[in-house]
C-alpha cells in the first residue's frame, strides 16, 4: 500500500515537445506529492508538488495534473528542452501524519530531449 | 548558504565491513533523513532523525543505524557489509515545520567489493 508506480521507464522527446510522466499510488493517506529532477552525479532537486486539494499546478513550463478519484498524478513539461534531460521522480508522502518527511518514491524516468 | 553537505563522495569497502557516512543539514534546518538508491532506482528511506532520536524507520534491517548530533549534522552507519549494499547514499535535510524546502545531498556512493 506504500508503493508509487511511475511510467514510462524512459522517454525521448524532441525538443520544443511535451513530456508526460504519469504516478499512481495505493496509500490514500498520502497528501504531498512532489516531483524531483535528478542529473548523474548530484542528488534529486525539487521541481514542484502538489496537494490533493487542487487539480493543477503550473510553474513556469512544469505542470502538474492530479486525479484524487483516481489516485493518478502526472508531470507536463512543455516546451522541452535538451537541459530538460534528466531522471525525474515523482513521489508521495503523508505530510501530516505520522510518516511526515518519509517519501515514497516512484521508480524514475528517464528523459532524453533530442536538439 | 550551503546546501546539504555529504562525506566523503565515494568510498569502496570489503564485504563484512563496516562504513560510517555523514551528513551536515543545510543552515535552519532541523531534520535529517537518509535514503538508499539503488542504481536505476529510486531512493528507498531508511530512516529520520529530529532532536537527536530517530523517530521513523523504512524497511531496513537493524545493520543499519544512525546518530544526529546536537548541531542537527548526522551519521549513517552500515554494519557486515553485504554487496547489496551497494548504492548512493542520499541525505536530505528539512524542518520540522514544513516539507517544503526539503533538500537533498548530491550522496556518497558506497560500492561493497
Known amino acids: 500500500q506504500q508503493q508509487v508506480k511511475q511510467s514510462p521507464q524512459s522517454l525521448i522527446v524532441q525538443k520544443g515537445g511535451i513530456s508526460i510522466i504519469n504516478c499512481a499510488y495505493e496509500?490514500?493517506?498520502?497528501?504531498?506529492f512532489p516531483w524531483y529532477q535528478q542529473f548523474p552525479g548530484k542528488g534529486p532537486a525539487l521541481l514542484i508538488a502538489?496537494?490533493?486539494?487542487?487539480s493543477e499546478k503550473k510553474e513556469g513550463r512544469f505542470t502538474i495534473s492530479f486525479n484524487k478519484s483516481a489516485k493518478q498524478f502526472s508531470l507536463h513539461i512543455m516546451d522541452s528542452q535538451p537541459g530538460d534531460s534528466a531522471t525525474y521522480f515523482c513521489a508521495a508522502t503523508n505530510a501530516g501524519g505520522t510518516s511526515y518527511g518519509k517519501l515514497t518514491f516512484g521508480q524514475g524516468t528517464i528523459l532524453t530531449v533530442h536538439p | 548558504d550551503a546546501g546539504v553537505t555529504q562525506s566523503p563522495t565515494h568510498l569502496i569497502k570489503t564485504r563484512g565491513q563496516q562504513v560510517t557516512l555523514r551528513c551536515s543539514p543545510k543552515?535552519?534546518?532541523?531534520?535529517v533523513s537518509w535514503y538508499q538508491q539503488a542504481l536505476g532506482q529510486g531512493p528507498q528511506f531508511i530512516f529520520q532523525?529530529?532532536?537527536?532520536?530517530?523517530?521513523q524507520r523504512g524497511n531496513f534491517p537493524d545493520r543499519f543505524s544512525g546518530h544526529q548530533y546536537p548541531n542537527y549534522s548526522s551519521e549513517l552507519n552500515v554494519n557486515a557489509l553485504l554487496l547489496g549494499d551497494s548504492a548512493l547514499y542520499l541525505c536530505?535535510?528539512?524542518?520540522?515545520?514544513?516539507?517544503?524546502?526539503?533538500?537533498f545531498g548530491s550522496g556518497t556512493r558506497l560500492t561493497v567489493v
Open positions: 502538489i496537494r490533493p486539494d487542487v
Open positions: 543552515s535552519g534546518h532541523d531534520t
Open positions: 532523525y529530529y532532536e537527536e532520536e530517530e523517530r
Open positions: 496509500n490514500t493517506a498520502f497528501d504531498y
Open positions: 536530505a535535510s528539512s524542518t520540522s515545520r514544513t516539507l517544503y524546502g526539503y533538500t
